[in-house]
C-alpha cells in the first residue's frame, strides 16, 4: 500500500480496500467523511479482469465494509454505492443477489436506506446476449441500483444543489399560470399556486439517464498516449457529480474505496471537495493520473 498520487484536494492509495481502510493511515479521517461514494465490483457470474466475486461470498464480502464505512461517516455523513443486476448461471432469470446484499449491508453497518436510484444506460449493449439476441426471450438490462444509505435520517442532502432546466411546458405553465388544478383520480388535490412558483429548476427523479459512450476524453487520450489499458467499465462523470452536489458541500470530504479510472476523485476535485481514493490495480491507477493532466471532459 502506497501513496500513487496526490492533487490540491485528494489523494490516490495504491493497494486493497481492506488494506487502506485498517491500516494506521487513514485513522485521522475516521468520523470526518461526508460521503462514500463508490462502485464495487459487480456480483456477475462470469469473471471479469477487474475481478468480481459470486454467491454468498459476495455478500459476505461486501457486508464485511459496512461497519468500517460507517466508522469513517460523519454523524449526518452517506454512503452511496453502485451495484449491478446478475443473472443465474445459464438461465434466463435475475438472481436476488444484488437485493441480499443490500440487506446485509445494512444490517451488518446498522444503516438505514434513504432512498434508491437507477441509472440508466439506453446505449448498453443488449444482454444478457442469449436471452435478448439469440433467442429473444428477455428485453435488455440497462441499468444498476445506486444505493443511498447513512445512520441517521435525516443525513446532509438538499435537492436544490442538483436542479434540472425546466422543460418546455414547465416554462408554458409558469408563464402562462393556466393550470387544470383540483381533484385526481390518485385523491390528490393540487392546488394552482403550487405550480406558480418559480424556482431555480425542477426536481430531478431518482432515475438518472447518461448515454455512456464517450470514446474521447482527457483520460482515454492518456491512455492511449500512454500505452495504458483503460478501465473496462467506467462510470460517467456526471453520475458521480449528481450526488457529490447532492450530499456534500464545497471543502467537504469524499471518499471512495473502489476507485477503478477515478472517477469519484475528479470528479470531486472539479466541484471543490477533497477527496480519498483506493484502487487495487496498478494499471487502472497510472490511468487515472490521466484525468488530472487537464480538466476532465464529459
Same mark, same amino acid.
Given at each position: 500500500?502506497?501513496?500513487?498520487?496526490?492533487?490540491?484536494?485528494?489523494?490516490?492509495?495504491?493497494?486493497?480496500?481492506?488494506?487502506?481502510?485498517?491500516?494506521?493511515?487513514?485513522?485521522?479521517?475516521?468520523?470526518?467523511?461526508?460521503?462514500?461514494?463508490?462502485?464495487?465490483?459487480?456480483?456477475?457470474?462470469?469473471?471479469?479482469?477487474?475481478?468480481?466475486?459470486?454467491?454468498?461470498?459476495?455478500?459476505?464480502?461486501?457486508?464485511?465494509?459496512?461497519?468500517?464505512?460507517?466508522?469513517?461517516?460523519?454523524?449526518?455523513?452517506?454512503?452511496?454505492?453502485?451495484?449491478?443486476?446478475?443473472?443465474?448461471?445459464?438461465?434466463?432469470?435475475?438472481?436476488? +443477489? %444484488?437485493?441480499?446484499?443490500?440487506?446485509?449491508?445494512?444490517?451488518? #453497518? !446498522? *444503516?438505514? =436506506?434513504?432512498?434508491?436510484?437507477?441509472? @440508466?444506460?439506453?446505449?448498453?449493449?443488449?444482454?444478457?446476449?442469449?436471452?435478448?439476441?439469440?433467442?429473444?426471450?428477455?428485453?435488455?438490462?440497462?441499468?444498476?441500483?445506486?444505493?443511498?444509505?447513512?445512520?441517521?435520517?435525516?443525513?446532509?442532502?438538499?435537492?436544490?444543489?442538483?436542479?434540472?432546466?425546466?422543460?418546455?411546458?414547465?416554462?408554458?405553465?409558469?408563464?402562462?399560470?393556466?393550470?387544470?388544478?383540483?381533484?385526481?383520480?390518485?385523491?390528490?388535490?393540487?392546488?394552482?399556486?403550487?405550480?406558480?412558483?418559480?424556482?431555480?429548476?425542477?426536481?430531478?427523479?431518482?432515475?438518472?439517464?447518461?448515454?455512456?459512450?464517450?470514446?474521447?476524453?482527457?483520460?482515454?487520450?492518456?491512455?492511449?498516449?500512454?500505452?495504458?489499458?483503460?478501465?473496462?467499465?467506467?462510470?460517467?462523470?456526471? +453520475? %458521480?457529480?449528481?450526488?457529490?452536489?447532492?450530499?456534500?458541500?464545497? #471543502? !467537504? *470530504?469524499? =471518499?471512495?474505496?473502489?476507485?477503478?479510472? @477515478?472517477?469519484?476523485?475528479?470528479?470531486?476535485?472539479?466541484?471543490?471537495?477533497?477527496?480519498?481514493?483506493?484502487?487495487?490495480?496498478?494499471?487502472?491507477?497510472?490511468?487515472?493520473?490521466?484525468?488530472?493532466?487537464?480538466?476532465?471532459?464529459?
Amino acid at each position: 500500500m502506497r501513496l500513487a498520487y496526490s492533487t490540491k484536494l485528494g489523494r490516490l492509495i495504491h493497494g486493497t480496500a481492506e488494506e487502506a481502510l485498517n491500516s494506521g493511515a487513514l485513522e485521522r479521517y475516521r468520523g470526518r467523511v461526508d460521503l462514500v461514494f463508490t462502485s464495487p465490483p459487480f456480483p456477475l457470474n462470469r469473471k471479469k479482469k477487474y475481478g468480481n466475486l459470486q454467491g454468498q461470498e459476495y455478500i459476505d464480502w461486501l457486508a464485511g465494509f459496512a461497519r468500517t464505512l460507517r466508522g469513517f461517516l460523519k454523524p449526518r455523513g452517506s454512503i452511496v454505492m453502485e451495484v449491478g443486476n446478475a443473472w443465474e448461471p445459464g438461465r434466463p432469470v435475475m438472481s436476488t +443477489l %444484488a437485493l441480499r446484499a443490500l440487506l446485509a449491508f445494512l444490517d451488518t #453497518g !446498522d *444503516l438505514l =436506506l434513504c432512498q434508491q436510484f437507477i441509472y @440508466n444506460n439506453p446505449a448498453r449493449l443488449p444482454g444478457p446476449a442469449q436471452w435478448v439476441t439469440v433467442e429473444r426471450i428477455r428485453v435488455k438490462d440497462s441499468y444498476s441500483h445506486l444505493w443511498w444509505m447513512s445512520g441517521t435520517d435525516r443525513p446532509k442532502a438538499t435537492n436544490r444543489r442538483i436542479l434540472q432546466p425546466y422543460s418546455i411546458s414547465m416554462l408554458r405553465l409558469l408563464k402562462t399560470k393556466k393550470y387544470n388544478a383540483g381533484a385526481r383520480p390518485s385523491e390528490h388535490h393540487i392546488g394552482k399556486r403550487s405550480f406558480f412558483r418559480k424556482h431555480k429548476g425542477a426536481i430531478p427523479s431518482n432515475v438518472i439517464t447518461f448515454a455512456n459512450t464517450q470514446a474521447s476524453s482527457t483520460y482515454l487520450n492518456y491512455c492511449r498516449s500512454k500505452n495504458i489499458t483503460p478501465h473496462p467499465a467506467r462510470m460517467p462523470v456526471g +453520475l %458521480a457529480e449528481f450526488f457529490i452536489k447532492f450530499l456534500t458541500m464545497p #471543502g !467537504d *470530504l469524499v =471518499l471512495d474505496p473502489f476507485a477503478g479510472s @477515478n472517477t469519484t476523485g475528479a470528479a470531486a476535485e472539479a466541484l471543490g471537495r477533497k477527496w480519498i481514493s483506493i484502487e487495487s490495480d496498478k494499471v487502472y491507477v497510472k490511468g487515472s493520473y490521466g484525468r488530472f493532466i487537464a480538466p476532465c471532459e464529459r
